[in-house]
């Protein structure tokens, strides 16, 4: 691990502890102290721009680069915009005729297409967000995922051909997120390595949409409050994030 010449973390579950919503102070230390050491540092996770603000994951450190929306966004290190892919409007439309709401629209803003549910105040409250996201008419606007908090409603004769190009992932409860199979972190991931000339990178990861991010990783790190599927492809599985699981990885491998 210590070859490595970029290190990328997760948000949600990795950097961010679940129960809290808080970094430990230790992680904080680890990646300053990869800084230090010379290593690129960048965030790879399924929040957009606004959302690494809502959790002031962006003011952490002075980070080399961002994978966000799950791939579907990557930023330099000064927020310019290297590469996204945006999901087809028309297609988009369709999905919000056929699943009346609410669904959550992830672009350069976050709004929903219907009036809240309990799942989306759950979705809230468990990730600390402070308030309900505006319902607003969809009118085409740029969009990176979707998030949707009754995906039952769905007539099940159109998903077999309509998601052919989506890649349908779970938030930690359960929700439906869905990104485009030509986005994914893991690709967002090799944009941002040849933005910035590396190949060798480590990822840490905890969700259901780090499996293939990991899984391509040259070594990569399962948080121990992770899903199954990441600990059964990570090289290592580490401890909980309230267990200062990213400092105990780095030690252990001797990057710090």
């Not at 080399?64 to 990557?74: E, W």
């Not at 009346?100 to 976050?110: D, K, M």
């Amino acid at each position: 691990m210590n070859r490595s010449e970029i290190f990328y973390f997760d948000v949600d579950g990795t950097l961010l502890d679940n129960a809290t919503h808080t970094v430990p102070e230790s992680t904080l230390e680890a990646l300053n102290e990869l800084k230090s050491k010379g290593y690129l540092v960048a965030l790879c996770t399924g929040r957009t721009l606004v959302g690494i603000q809502e959790a002031g994951v962006d003011k952490l450190i002075d980070w080399d680069g961002y994978v966000l929306a799950n791939g579907s966004l990557i930023l330099d290190k000064n927020m310019n915009v290297i590469k996204e892919v945006v999901m087809d409007p028309k297609w988009v439309q369709t999905l919000v005729k056929h699943n009346p709401g609410p669904l959550l629209i992830e672009g350069e803003r976050n709004f929903l297409t219907g009036e809240p549910n309990d799942r989306l105040h759950a979705a809230l409250e468990h990730f600390k967000i402070p308030e309900v996201y505006p319902v607003e008419t969809y009118t085409d606007q740029k969009a990176y995922n979707i998030i949707t908090y009754n995906f039952d409603t769905f007539p099940e004769d159109l998903k077999e051909t309509f998601f052919e190009d989506i890649d349908i992932v779970f938030d930690q409860l359960g929700n439906s997120e869905l990104i485009l199979k030509a986005s994914g972190k893991h690709n967002g991931v090799q944009t941002l390595n040849k933005h910035l000339n590396v190949s060798l990178y480590s990822g840490f990861g905890d969700g259901h949409n780090d499996v293939d991010f990991l899984k391509n990783a040259n070594y990569s790190v399962a948080m121990m409050n992770g899903c199954s599927e990441v600990k059964e492809v990570a090289t290592f599985t580490t401890l909980a994030v309230a267990d200062n699981g990213i400092a105990h990885a780095l030690k252990y491998f001797g990057v710090l």
